[in-house]
């Protein structure tokens, strides 16, 4: 049977999912280094046993609403075209089977998230899972072209 | 279209390195034998590397390059055989061939065909071969040097040497033929096991036997023999009782010249590769193992940290001295163990200096200069990560000593010189820095015409000129936009550069001073640090930020007072010591919280090339080396951070790239005056 393992967190009140064969680890929130210069949506680096990765605040990526970080917020780690990444978000709360027959593709009516860092929606059970397309959801381009545009500018 | 040669990739990387070598034998003998004429170890040794590639280049069917490598060898016979002399057009001709093998060889890596034409090339050889043996054609009579010497060899006792090969190489054959042609270059090889036809029909196993008539110490013919490829183990006894066995005539090679021990190039080519005891290692591995060692140095400065505090909150134990006793220990060896991965990431200034003679040749032709280019310490050994990137700045440099330092031959012959300029590159090792010196014998620098230079060109105000000390007036020549020469060369541009040198040299962690004498010559030195991955640095807190300043741009701290500051043109400066240093608040530079604007904070003066500024911070942390890092290809580079280094507590800290955070500045200042 056709079904896929996901990581779901939650993010300003709606819940997410990454495919777990991209998550290596789930960390709580260690100090985070500014990085001066580096795109805002970068909260900045951090120590993972001796090596610097980069950490993304994800609510300010994905264009969602600021809150409040409470206890449960944790940094998912992922490996993003051979560079390990961390994403922040609100709390993780359980790894799930997701048959593909429940997956649709994304529709702007359902989520608040631009579609196109979006890979589907998870009907299951009662509940909406959103499934990120991490690689687009944390690319930077949109970030250079921002730059690009700024640095004609100045 | 792609090409294909007779070679399975797992033979490829051995081939192109071997290619490699024997051009670089080539090169740097041909320009040697231009300058010393006839060095019989030299001419033998370039001989010999023709000869080799030539081989390697028919066994793979690369026809072109087989080609070209004939016409070559051909030449090269000439010059051994003295019916040419190595000047002029034979040398030319020999180093366009090279060019093109070069390109020839690439071909092989990259499966394109290139664009070098082997036709004129080879034509051009012929043409000077030619020359030579119609001109000689006439006299004979008196025995040539090479039976001379055959009969001299002839009388000299032989060696008995066995040579063990790697076991499970596929190259038995090839590596008993080379082992053989080697020791035919020292003397006469006379009895061999597997003869030598049956080495060349490629049956042969991992041990060759041989006796060998030389009159070279024992250690010299185990030397080259153990400088062949995948030989693991050579014997060399003196065999009186194989003398019988010798009278059968087996392998040749040419007999070579006696009066000489091993030649410069083929001294140096087995130098590097000592008998045994030798591993190759990806480099990516080393580059692990140094983070690990990172790692550790950070995880041991954290245990003291906890048996200070143990020790604060009154903690009285056996344990505790147990602990700090252990901890100093691990201290050592993590020290230790750094050095030595260190150390092994070490490999020969050789590997940049080589491509030199050539670069300064070719520039002394275009510009009508005679210079001699004296290369020492090429041994001298350092970080992978510093040799990639100090050819650039060097090329410079050497180009400026030829173009703007050596006078053209009349003018220095007027001066009671030597028509021919000497240039000195010298590398040697102080400490944990490797200092470099690029020196020549030239016109040297001439403070009052830097002077005049500088003001001409808007550097200096004219009123402020006098005030330039001579050192100082020597050290306007790093400054951006200046320039001696009185006219444009295609040798070394427009005389830029050298502010980009040196700050392509402070990127590395090093600094370039200049020393010169009117007439005397010019000398720079140039200070490195041996690796790139460990750099001493200060940290300073802005907010609630560590940040780390590399030492090495750090000309001293100051207190700032606010009554100090003075607002010139929305900038901010500080007199320090006489001179008026513009300020950069780093907090809000970086758009970090700091908290300078409300009270007083502490200012660090940096300087990178002619650049000083001050650096504003809330408060001095203290100096400490640092692991260095890097962000990463997610947040690429951002301007002004050089780096991330973990410290003690297991925090990240940011380091700073000074030289770029200057750059900037002036940017923004030239904007600014121009608004």
Redesign the interface.
Known sequence: MDEEQVVVFDLADEQYGVDIARVHEIIRL??V??????PRF?E????L??????VVDLRMRLHLQAGERGRSARIVVVE????T?GAIVDGVTEVLRVPAAAVEPPSPVVTTVETSYLRGIAKVDDRLIILLDLDRALT?EEHDQLAAVAGATA | MAIAFDLGPDDLPLWLAEADEQIRVLADGLLVLERERSDPAILQAVFRAAHTLKGSAAAIGHRRMAELTHALESVLDQVRQGRLVPAGPVVDAALAALDALQALKDEVSTGEPSDAEVEPLVAGLRAVAGDARERQQAPAGATTAGEAVASVVAALPPYRVDVRLQPNSEWHAVRAFQVLTELGTIGRVGWCDPPLETIERGECGPEVRCTLETDRSEAEVRELAAGVPEVVEVHVTLAEAARAEARQPAAAGPPAAVDRAAGVIQGRRTGRRPVGGVVRVDIARLDALM??V??LV?DRTRLQQIGRRLAGAGVQHEALRDLTEMTQHLGRVTDELQEQVTLSRLIPIDTVFSRFPRVVRDVAHRAGRRVRLVIEGEQTELDRSVIEEIGDPLIHLLRNAVDHGIEPPAERLAAGKPAEGLIRLAAEHQESHIIIVVQDDGCGLDPARLRDAAVRKGLVAAEAAPRISDGEARDLIFLPGFSTAERVTDVSGRGVGLDIVRTNIQRLSGTVEVASEVGGGTSFRIKLPLTLAIISGLLVRVGD?TLAVPLNVVVETLRLRREDVRTVTRHEMVVARGRTLPLVRLGEH???ESATRAGDGYVVVVRAGAREAGLVVDDLVGEQDVVI????????E????AG?T?LGD?????ILDVARILEGLERRGARRAAA
């Open positions: 260690p100090s280094t500014a990085v001066p210069r580096a970068v900045g680096v951090i120590n046993r001796g090596r610097v990765i980069p993003m075209r051979g560079e990444i930077l | 983070n690990l990172g790692e950070i930020s970086l758009g970090l890092k890097t962000l990463g290809e997610y947040l690429g951002l301007p002004g951070i991330a973990i297991g925090r990240v800290s940011i």
